[in-house]
């Protein structure tokens, strides 16, 4: 009924409080506190659990200030610590009682163990009552505790000097190394931080990192489409996009393939492959951006991999853009004996968002490669050496896995292998072009 009345959701207030702790007195429970107030009786629980006040001086009786045994009034045992012979003082006058007694058993209050969890209320008198810690609410002292809470937690980073350099020690090389909150986070469950929480910290500056050194929070400029087009406009009869999804070729396990292009002045490219069940990713560096060289590097990978029937069953179908280096989709397709390997379309013109998932990818292989780098001082060495610290950033999309991770239960090991890819510990994934320096 509470949740159907306006302004229920509000904190609750001084005179709220009072009414709480006269209720209290008055041995009323919770729900009957929670119906008058129109809250919920949790709510009642809480703020009484949460701002009842310690107090641990228990005056006992005039003659046993500090016995909390349950027989204290009926015990009538002597020298109980045997230490003095002629000591006829009852122990329950002594304060060693309590430590040497072997029937000693400390009173249990099911007011304070159960609701409501105070004395308030509680008809035994205070000088009869053998329990060392009692509580008692207060409404004005649970009024200062709540303003002091609140205002503490508007008061920024909630957090010890030492606490921020432990995670700064943790956090700032990575993110120098290029690795992003979430990789961080994915990797480093010690640190107890969700996402957000890290990006906050970045952002406030308690950090030595900033959102400079936050490659995706930099601004993109705006992608440039192919100078060069495929014109022979028959090879696209049976491979457009919409055959792609008409034949259901979307349903299969499928690649994405792009090129990467080197700066001016470099003939150089890297052909990419791209996975996008699990976002993993195959890079091959070509000496020309040439229809010619995309199916040298079809054959060097049918030949690692051992035979058309292997690289068929890798790659049965191949999603790529109309570059002109994907001008000759018959070579791509068949091997140089005619075999068939696999099966290749086209996205429509000007429509990248129809492989998103590559053109993702891209970016993060250029936090590695910037846009614009001359390409001919590096060997396939190197850019297998960057694909392999990409597939091994975990991802969300994954839960927190690694594409490489994933890769190896699919394909199995030796795939991999035969591809040359290789492990990358997680502190040790680099997303930076230091990576290659």
């Not at 400390?106 to 060392?132: L, T, Y």
């Not at 601004?219 to 049976?238: A, C, D, P």
Request: aromatic content about 10%; some cysteine.
């Amino acid at each position: 009924m509470s949740h159907l009345i306006p302004g229920n959701h509000k904190h609750l207030t001084l005179d709220d409080r009072i009414y709480i702790e006269n209720s209290l007195d008055e041995g009323k429970s919770f729900r009957e506190i929670a119906k008058y107030l129109c809250k919920d009786p949790s709510t009642i629980s809480k703020e009484v659990w949460r701002h009842r006040g310690v107090n641990t001086w228990n005056r006992g009786s005039f003659t046993n200030p500090y016995n909390f045994c349950k027989h204290r009034y009926h015990c009538k045992k002597t020298n109980a610590c045997g230490k003095l012979v002629v000591c006829d003082t009852k122990c329950r006058s002594c304060h060693k009682c309590n430590n040497v007694c072997g029937s000693f058993e400390r009173e249990h209050c099911h007011r304070i163990e159960q609701a409501p969890f105070v004395c308030n209320g509680c008809k035994k008198p205070r000088h009869k009552c053998s329990i060392q810690t009692k509580y008692d609410y207060n409404a004005k002292a649970a009024q200062r505790l709540y303003e002091e809470l609140r205002t503490s937690s508007r008061a920024g980073i909630n957090l010890t000097r030492k606490r921020l350099h432990q995670i700064d020690q943790i956090v700032t090389p990575l993110i120098a190394q290029g690795q992003s909150p979430y990789m961080i986070v994915a990797n480093h469950p010690e640190l107890e931080l969700s996402v957000t929480t890290l990006y906050n910290y970045i952002n406030q500056g308690v950090l030595l990192s900033r959102n400079i050194d936050l490659k995706r929070k930099v601004k993109f400029k705006q992608r440039k489409t192919h100078t060069t087009q495929i014109h022979n406009l028959e090879v696209f009869i049976g491979r457009s996009y919409s055959d792609f999804k008409n034949t259901h070729a979307d349903e299969l396990d499928f690649w994405e393939m792009d090129t990467v292009k080197s700066g001016r002045g470099s003939l150089k490219c890297i052909l990419t492959l791209y996975f996008p069940q699990f976002e993993f990713l195959i890079g091959r560096l070509m000496n020309r951006c040439t229809a010619g060289a995309v199916r040298l590097e079809f054959e060097r990978i049918q030949k690692a991999l051992g035979g058309h029937f292997d690289f068929s069953f890798l790659f049965p179908v191949i999603l790529t853009d109309r570059g002109v280096e994907f001008g000759e989709p018959d070579h791509l397709e068949k091997d140089r004996n005619g075999n068939s390997r696999t099966s290749l379309f086209y996205c429509d013109p000007m429509r990248s968002n129809q492989k998103a998932g590559i053109e993702n990818v891209h970016t993060m292989l250029r936090m590695i490669i910037p846009s614009g780098t001359i390409l001919e001082g590096y060997t396939q060495w190197d850019i297998r050496r960057a694909v392999d610290h990409v597939n091994n950033a975990p991802r969300k999309n994954l839960d927190g896995r690694t594409p490489y991770e994933i890769a190896v239960k699919t394909f199995g090991p030796e795939v991999l292998k035969q591809l040359q890819l290789r492990y990358v510990a997680p502190d040790e994934v680099t997303l930076s072009p230091k990576l290659l320096k």
